[in-house]
């Protein structure tokens, strides 16, 4: 995560995303988050690298992983153009560190308070980091089943034959057999390959399967840090005993020595741990199916599609026309998008419902009140409709009607019920 | 493990039957596609020409500049006139592509904005000691305030004159003549980059491409023909954001900036060369091809019918302007959205960390 946070920086994003924009689009009940002022946003990363350099040495563990967990989730929660399923996943992964003891061993904590030195581990900690690995992998598989993705190999068929020009294997990109195996293999390893790295016999090969899939994937799509984290968080699965091995082979074996016998939890701290985890689980079973609670089809009307892992799933491209209109007069102007919201905004919300409502908002908002002088004449608006024209591409099909000018977005509630606004998806 | 791994292989022996037979018949081979190719044809038969003409166009101006400094009349300025329209018009072509040494030197900016701000201009005239290269000059500088300077009743009298007004005009011309021949040496070593960057990636020539096509039809729509008739402004017509307003030259420049569109996405010529066109078809999106294609034609005949300029249309045809707009705007859903998911093209400017 270091070095993630350090391309983050270096490729000058935390100006592009977090200071540039005019405006943000917060997550629904967590629009308080709001940015620092200019160049105060780069005290969030600065905190994040050093946290995140503290947690690698095992240096005040927990402070740093608050720090850490805190400072991810805030600035994940400043903009959802800049959701990710993978952000999602660093910030589950950084609150569960922060409940756990990871800094028994190895670490400067363990040197400068030798009673928490362990040098063994609960069962149920290594345990959640295994449940949230698997619901990565398995929720990304059942995602996967669907007509698009099984039947027409769509993205994949869209995404591979854009790769005909790479070296030796490029001409096969274009080819539909390709495009098929690879949706239906992809499909295939998602699902199962949790149960074979469960399993002590397949272990070794299912890891093969992981780096070899994650480098593929690494290679051919643009999916950052991804990749990598995925390839060193399965290790996890591994014993204990590879993990020593690979320890004593770093170390000069010296590690096991002093060990403290772990104390006993008292049996209230047990007791709210084991309710804490149960609630965690649920809820982690439960939220990437909250969509089967929406009529309509998923990836069209985009309810209940966040923080499910539908990862790298379709291929979405979208064209919104805004109009505000002046109720008094009747007249119109069209808007000029790139006035109010960086091209990487524009591109997000021109496909997500939640997101077209948020922008009729922010325009209304600018334009209530405002008086216009355009040559001799003076208009002054009051409570303006925001209507809108949106096309949207799904999976290569051709565009089709998303949002019709005939509704008056501000009229619209943002909230989780289902949107009957939308036009609906025709296959 | 033996058992695993027969069984793995089983499962993808069953995998490999299932594919065979959903695979089509082998004689209905795809035209054979490559962006490479698409790519180099860009690059040879439309760039590095458009690029060298405009070169020359330039040249062309400067000298005949330099005629009507030695003898300031109504013949030599209509030679300068005559020399900047054909210009401006390759210019159209040029400033599709705004990637490599073009953006660089935000050489784009520095030609094609519009409207002037004639004050700013008057006031360089007057005062002197000016410095077109900062960021107040943006809207004193390029074709357009050359279109003030050329086409105002008294310009002859005040080339006859005014030494600092016809200093001025040469300074200009000289700025875009000495900039651009710096970014055509440039793109001589930028050409082999461009060429040879088929990826995906949003850095990748063949994205700048799209982005760049896609970027300079929606602004050839907003600032050609849609904020003058007043889309953005409550329908409420703005004749002073009229490109090259004096001369008049407005509708025509829309025109010849649709045609080198068209030029672009069809890769210089419909029957030999690799262009967006070639791409679709191969795509099996023959309907789509064809479609972008007809309504470009349709554009351009549509920019025919019109007599007067822009302004004399806006007072008289404001119906037919409309639906002039609402043509070009029709086209922005097949370029931008249809084309560019059909490509696996990301529409943006930004790299990002993934999915």
Redesign the interface.
């Known amino acids: 995560m270091f070095l993630g946070t350090v ?2 920086i270096s ?1 000058g ?1 935390v100006q ?1 995303l977090y200071i540039d924009p005019s405006y943000y689009f917060g997550y629904l009940g967590f629009e308080w988050v709001k940015p620092l002022e200019g160049q105060l946003m780069y005290i969030p990363f600065i905190l994040l690298l050093i946290s995140a350099l503290c947690i690698i040495v095992g240096l005040f563990y927990r402070a740093s992983a608050l720090t850490f967990s805190l400072c991810f989730t805030y600035i994940e929660l400043l903009d959802k153009s800049n959701y ?4 999602y996943f660093v910030s589950l992964m950084a609150l569960i560190m922060l409940f756990l003891p990871a800094n028994r061993n190895f670490s400067f904590d363990a040197k400068i308070w030798p009673k928490i030195k362990s040098i063994t581990t609960k069962q149920w900690t290594v345990s959640l980091i295994k449940f949230q690995l698997a619901m990565v992998y398995i929720f990304a598989g059942i995602a996967k089943v669907n007509s698009d993705w099984l039947i027409q190999a769509n ?1 994949l068929k ?2 591979l ?6 070296p030796l294997v490029g001409s096969l990109m ?1 080819e ?2 390709l495009a ?2 690879f949706s ?2 992809g499909c295939i390893y998602d699902l199962f390959i949790v149960f074979f790295l469960l399993s002590n ?2 272990r070794p ?1 299912a890891y093969l399967f992981v780096v070899f899939f994650h480098l593929a994937t690494w290679y051919l ?6 990749p990598w984290v995925m390839i060193f968080s399965t290790l996890i699965f591994f014993s204990a005993q590879f993990h020593e091995r690979v320890l004593d082979f770093f170390s000069r074996k010296t590690w096991r020595e002093n060990p403290v016998k772990p104390k006993r939890l008292s049996s209230l701290r047990k007791k709210q741990t084991r309710y804490l985890l149960t609630l965690y689980i649920i809820i982690q079973l439960l939220l990437p199916f909250r969509y089967v609670l929406y009529p309509g089809d998923l990836f069209w009307n985009e309810e209940g599609f966040r923080f499910s892992w539908r ?3 379709m ?5 919104a ?1 805004f109009y505000m209109v ?1 109720p008094k ?1 009747g ?6 998008n790139s006035k109010f919201l ?3 905004q524009e ?1 997000q919300m021109a496909t997500q419902p939640d997101m077209i409502l948020q922008y009729a908002q922010i325009l209304k908002n600018y334009h209530h009140g405002k008086t ?1 002088h ?2 001799d ?1 003076k ?1 002054t608006v009051e409570n303006p409709e925001i209507r809108a024209k949106i ?3 799904l999976n ?1 099909r ?2 089709q009607l998303f949002v019709d000018k005939k509704h008056d977005l501000t009229k619209l509630n943002y909230n989780l019920y289902h949107r009957t606004w939308l036009e609906p998806f025709k296959k | 493990m033996n058992f695993k791994r027969t069984n793995a292989i089983y499962l993808s022996l069953a995998l490999l039957l299932l594919l065979s037979f959903s695979c089509k018949d082998p004689d209905e081979i795809k035209p054979a596609f490559n962006k490479g190719t698409l790519l180099t044809n860009v690059a040879n038969t439309i760039i590095a020409p458009a690029f060298n003409d405009f070169e020359s166009d330039l040249s062309s101006l400067e000298a005949s500049f330099i005629a009507l400094k030695t003898s300031p009349n109504q013949a030599n300025l209509d030679a300068v006139k005559a020399d900047w329209k054909a210009a401006y018009i390759q210019w159209q072509l040029v400033k599709i592509f705004d990637f490599g040494p073009l953006r660089d030197n935000g050489f784009k900016g520095a030609t094609g904005t519009y409207p002037t701000d004639s004050n700013q201009v008057n006031s360089n005239i007057l005062n002197g000691g000016y410095n077109l290269g900062s960021i107040d000059n943006t809207d004193a500088i390029g074709f357009s305030a050359l279109d003030f300077l050329l086409y105002r009743t008294n310009a002859l009298a005040d080339f006859s004159s005014n030494p600092n007004y016809t200093q001025y005009a040469s300074d200009l011309i000289q700025k875009m003549k000495t900039e651009f021949a710096l970014v055509n040496g440039q793109w001589i070593n930028y050409k082999p980059t461009f060429i040879a960057a088929t990826g995906t990636e949003t850095t990748s020539a063949f994205s700048l491409l799209v982005n760049e096509f896609n970027r300079d039809y929606e602004l050839t729509k907003n600032a050609k023909l849609g904020i003058p008739i007043g889309v953005q402004s409550l329908g409420i017509q703005l004749p002073e954001y009229i490109e090259a307003r004096n001369s008049g030259l407005s509708l025509e420049l829309l025109q010849e900036s649709m045609r080198a569109l068209r030029i672009v996405y069809l890769g210089n010529n419909p029957n030999s060369g690799q262009g967006f066109y070639d791409y679709l078809v191969h795509l099996e999106r023959s309907t789509l091809a064809v479609e972008i294609d007809t309504k470009f034609s349709q554009i351009i005949n549509n920019i025919e019918a019109f007599n007067g300029t822009l302004e004399e249309e806006m007072g008289s045809n404001v119906n037919g302007l409309e639906e002039l707009y609402y043509l070009i705007q029709e086209q922005v859903v097949n370029i931008k959205t249809d084309m560019t998911s059909a490509f696996g093209v990301l529409i943006t400017y930004q790299d990002n960390d993934g999915d």
């Open positions: 391309r983050f490729k994003w592009q990710l399923n993978h952000y993205p869209i995404w034959q854009a790769h005909h020009n790479i274009q539909d057999w098929y195996t239906w293999a016999r397949c090969i799509f643009p999916i950052g840090v991804f990862v790298m799933l291929h979405k491209e979208g064209h026309t002046d007069t007249r119109e102007s069209e808007i000029n960086t091209r990487t591109d216009f355009y040559g004449q208009i096309y949207v591409s290569g051709p565009a």
